[in-house]
């Protein structure tokens, strides 16, 4: 029961990315996201305000993906941009791109005017990265994704918020980048991506490879820490009884997660 | 009594009142409660050259596949349970779109307030050091004329007014003078499209009298008032295949069905179209019949 799998490490820093963030919105996007928020509830932080990702908050902690739940507020779309505005929020989006300086793209790859990939459009990155906490996550770390330069600044990173003034620097907080590998937070040497963590059987040459430019690693650099029993027993017997997580972070696998 | 005027259309009148070259707004969001019914009218219009105003679905990617939209202003076009729109992706990645219009989704609202308030811009710090401020040159920043805590003035986007000349929302019940209701979750953004646009087409599931509307719903539903509204069009299932709760949900097997032939060859597109989208509301509605049917005799 003590054994634990990578998508479980990934659960608990994510949970741990919404620790200290108090009476907040906490805005997960995609399934480990949506895991880790609803961990931090049960868990570290039970003051998180949470939603169904439609139009309800959601007065208690439901599994993943489950509807009935006593609601507690209102949250359609008009209200989340209120609340972007207002700052009482924590935002962890996906990224198809990362620069070194903690810039995000999920708008297209290639050149903006007629790009090789099309992807969703800027969505809500630009206002996010200007107004709330926002962190993001990854679930296959590689060289693809953490580029040297993105191809299009959808979410904005420190540097750039700074060149463009107060306006946009005041409440600009990159706060962690999760990934499959390890944790990082944007405030290495002139705000680049620093590694914070290396999960448990992941080598800081191994997130070196994986990434497509040179990041801030300090000299001793600790291990991503373990979930709790309680945490493991939260996720298996609460939160994901169907293993869904395994989808986004299928490895490694221990013995006991393949018996599930 | 003397009763306000009746603003019953019909799809085909809706379409005669556009002409080539508006800047169409398209309420809903993503592939959630779009006026589909109406933006299928214009699919087999003559109608070219749109500038398209929308948070994006389906309703983007058939527009943009049958090449009526030159300028396409957006912040995402996304079919959610299908991320990723196939055909504004082809139409992006084979740059059939002339002009571009990329923004945050939530500068997006602050443009339609703005041209709902016939106010030339209103200011945010949505688009501030990001490339929809280098991708949109003409999006222009503004200092504020007070002093923050600090002293600074600070620059602001001046997200100019995104003004239309028509609105096309979809809702669940209106009544003949264009009084509209929603009756899901979320009323999206339907009352900042109508009230940014010169004229404003409604179409709904169901027309009902005015003392119907709010029968059996709170009266804070009643997003739509009819000095808003030019005209009001009842399409049952007119928003399909978008959700369009309480009255149906997403049809995620036609929306699958839509996303492979939109993905797919030419000649799967073709034979999509052929069968969908080659005749009238009626027979796409009966076609729609046929599909489900075909899809419940498999199971």
Redesign the interface.
């Known amino acids: 029961m003590t054994e634990f799998s990578r998508a479980h490490v990934c659960a608990a820093a994510i949970a741990d990315a919404f620790k200290d963030d108090g009476e907040i919105f906490a805005s997960p996007m995609g399934m480990l996201p949506m895991l880790g928020v609803r961990l931090a509830r049960l868990t570290s932080n039970p003051d998180l305000v949470i939603s169904d990702g439609e139009s309800l908050f959601l007065g208690g902690t439901p599994p993943l993906f489950a509807k009935a739940d006593v609601v507690e507020g209102w949250i359609p779309f008009r209200r989340v941009f209120d609340v972007v505005a207002y700052g009482k929020r924590h935002v962890m989006m996906g990224a198809t791109q990362i620069d070194r300086q903690g810039n995000q793209n999920i708008s297209a790859i290639g050149d903006f005017a007629q790009p090789k990939r099309q992807l969703l459009g800027s969505r809500g990155a630009p206002g996010n990265t200007v107004n709330n906490r926002t962190s993001y996550w990854v679930p296959k770390h590689n060289t693809r994704v953490f580029v040297e330069n993105v191809d299009i600044v959808s979410g904005v990173g420190p540097a750039r918020a700074k060149a463009a003034g107060p306006g946009a620097s005041k409440y600009n907080d990159i706060h962690r980048i999760v990934t499959n590998l390890g944790v990082f937070d944007v405030k290495g040497d002139g705000d680049t991506v620093r590694l914070l963590s290396v999960h448990p059987g992941v080598t800081v040459e191994e997130v070196v490879e994986a990434t497509g430019f040179a990041l801030d690693i300090s000299t001793d650099v600790p291990t991503t820490r373990e979930p709790t029993l309680e945490e493991l027993i939260v996720i298996r017997e609460v939160l994901d009884p169907k293993g869904l997580r395994f989808r986004e972070v299928p490895e490694p696998v221990t013995t006991d997660e393949v018996a599930k | 009594m003397t009763k306000p005027r009746d603003k019953q259309m019909t799809i085909d009148q809706v379409v005669a009142q556009l002409s080539d070259g508006m800047t169409i707004g398209i309420g809903g969001?993503g592939p959630r409660r779009k006026p589909m019914a109406l933006v299928r009218a214009i699919l087999r219009s003559d109608l070219k050259d749109l500038t398209i105003v929308s948070w994006?679905g389906a309703d983007v990617g058939l527009l943009a596949r049958a090449g009526k939209i030159r300028k396409l202003v957006?912040?995402?076009?996304?079919l959610d349970s299908i991320?990723?729109e196939p055909n504004?992706?082809r139409a992006?990645?084979?740059?059939t779109i002339p002009e571009?219009v990329?923004?945050?989704?939530?500068?997006f609202?602050t443009g339609l307030y703005a041209a709902a308030q016939r106010l030339p811009f209103l200011p945010?710090?949505?688009?501030?050091?990001?490339?929809?401020l280098?991708?949109n040159p003409w999006i222009k920043?503004v200092a504020?004329p007070y002093a923050?805590e600090?002293g600074?003035f600070?620059?602001?986007t001046a997200v100019p007014a995104l003004k239309l000349d028509v609105a096309l929302v979809h809702l669940n019940r209106a009544d003949v003078h264009g009084n509209a209701t929603y009756l899901g979750?979320?009323?999206?953004?339907d009352d900042l499209f109508v009230q940014a646009a010169d004229k404003a087409f409604v179409s709904v599931e169901q027309i009902v009298d005015t003392a119907g509307l709010t029968v059996d719903t709170p009266v804070q539903r009643l997003l739509i008032n009819r000095m808003m509204v030019d005209g009001v069009v009842e399409t049952p299932n007119g928003a399909h295949f978008t959700v369009c709760t309480p009255d149906y949900e997403r049809d995620e097997k036609f929306q699958k069905a839509y996303a492979a032939a939109a993905g797919g060859s030419d000649e799967d597109w073709a034979a999509f179209e052929q069968r969908f989208l080659s005749g009238d509301e009626e027979a796409y509605q009966a076609a729609v019949a046929e599909f489900r049917a075909e899809q419940e005799a498999t199971k």
């Open positions: 969001w994006g957006y912040a995402f076009v996304s991320p990723l504004f992706q992006r990645q084979n740059g571009i990329e923004l945050d989704e939530g500068m609202q945010m710090r949505a688009g501030l050091g990001s490339d929809v280098v991708n920043t504020s923050d600090n600074d600070e620059e602001l979750p979320d009323p999206y953004f």
